[in-house]
Structure formats: structure tokens, C-alpha cells
């Protein structure tokens, strides 16, 4: 029995993963560091520094700690400059219904995100107060896979781990989903992930396979 349902926030709820994309590719490109979509799905759900250390994979050079620094700062402010344009709109599609569904058939719901702007966007999309508890880059020490972040949102929705579904674009966010001892769905980018209990095209799929 599914008690509680953790929404993963870029990529799931919100159409950001795209700004996310946007903001590396204009640093690799400034870097002249080879970048695309192969590689930035490598990015979904880790974190602003493990990303950086992902695309320097295919620099030249060694960097050092404080040009990392200056780099994820630069990343944080394209990225933060694009996300003020962001409105509802980018709600992806079906969102809303399923999560006004889930409350009304008594589901718990939150957010597990490895994204520090994970609140700002909520805000800005006019999603915040919808959810019963949030769990983001703020609150955690490691980001997915390890499995902290739906560990925390568990906790502070005050159900058992193994009572939660977790919804997740990201192989990482997958691989937490596991590691939390939770059942974890897939979906776009993550579809294809091993490790996915269930893979679904379509967020409404989600309603019957809590219901059940
Ligand atoms: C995740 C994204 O939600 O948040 C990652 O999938 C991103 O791509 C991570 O690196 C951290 O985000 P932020 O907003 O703290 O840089
Ligand atoms: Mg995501």
C-alpha cells in the first residue's frame, strides 16, 4: 500500500531541466568543453558541484577548486536569470490533476529534490503550498543516488519508506528511490533506468498504481 507519493521537481513537475541544460551548455561552450544531451542526462539529480565534475570529464585540463567555485557560481546565475521568466506554464503536463488527485484520495505528498532553488521555483509555478512536506538540496549532505533527500521527505511526511512511491527523470533519482527502500517509477529520461519498479509515459499513470 502506497501512502505517500515523493515528486521529483526538475524534469517531473517542471519544465527546468531545460534551463538546467541551457545554463551547463553556456559554460561548456564558454569552457570549450564538448556538451550535449548524452551528457547532461548524466546531470539529472546530482548535484550543482558533482555536475561541474561530470562535464569536466571531457576538459583537457585539470581545474582548480576555486575555478570550479567560480564556475558552478556563474552556472547558478545563468540559471537563476533564465528561471525569471519562468510562470505556471512550465507545469508539465497532467501535474496538477495528479497531485489534486493523490490529496484527495488521502496520498501524502512531497517533494524530493537535489535542487537548492527547488523552493524559489515551487513559489514562482505557485505549486508551494500544495505539498505536505519538502526535501531539497538545502537539507541534504548527499545528493542522489545517495538516498538522504527521500529519506528526509519520509520523515518529515511521517510515513515509513517502504510506504512511498517515488517519481523520478533521473537514473540517480532512481537508484535513491531503491537505496530508500521505495517504490520507484520512471519516467522520461529515467524510463529506460534498470532499476525502475514501473516506468510510466504519462504522469496520470500514477493514480492507479497508488490507488491499488
Ligand atoms: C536537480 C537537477 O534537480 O538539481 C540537477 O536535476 C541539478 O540537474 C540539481 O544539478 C541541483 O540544482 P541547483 O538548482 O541547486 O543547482
Ligand atoms: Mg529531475
Not at 119 to 137: E, V
Not at 170 to 191: F, H, L, N, V
Amino acid at each position: 500500500m502506497i501512502s505517500a507519493v515523493i515528486f521529483d521537481l526538475d524534469g517531473v513537475i517542471v519544465s527546468t531541466d531545460n534551463y538546467h541544460y541551457q545554463a551547463w551548455k553556456k559554460i561548456a561552450d564558454e569552457e570549450n568543453i564538448y556538451f550535449d544531451e548524452e551528457v547532461n542526462n548524466r546531470l539529472r539529480g546530482v548535484s550543482r558541484s558533482d555536475s561541474l565534475e561530470i562535464i569536466l570529464e571531457r576538459s583537457e585540463r585539470k581545474y582548480t577548486e576555486f575555478e570550479k567555485t567560480r564556475l558552478t557560481e556563474a552556472k547558478n546565475t545563468y540559471y537563476i536569470k533564465l528561471l525569471e521568466s519562468l510562470t505556471a506554464e512550465a507545469i508539465l503536463p497532467n501535474v496538477k490533476e495528479v497531485l489534486i488527485k493523490l490529496k484527495t484520495n488521502k496520498i501524502k505528498i512531497a517533494i524530493g529534490s537535489s535542487s537548492k532553488n527547488a523552493k524559489l521555483i515551487l513559489k514562482q509555478i505557485g505549486l508551494i503550498d500544495l505539498f505536505d512536506a519538502i526535501s531539497d538540496g538545502n537539507d541534504i549532505k548527499r545528493s542522489k543516488p545517495h538516498p538522504e533527500v527521500f529519506l528526509i521527505a519520509a520523515k518529515r511526511l511521517g510515513i515509513e519508506p517502504t510506504k512511498c512511491a517515488v517519481i523520478e527523470d533521473a537514473s540517480a533519482g532512481i537508484e535513491a528511490a531503491k537505496k530508500a527502500r521505495m517504490y520507484a517509477i520512471g519516467i522520461g529520461a529515467a524510463k529506460n533506468s534498470k532499476l525502475c519498479d514501473l516506468s510510466v509515459d504519462n504522469i496520470a499513470e500514477i493514480i492507479e498504481i497508488v490507488k491499488k
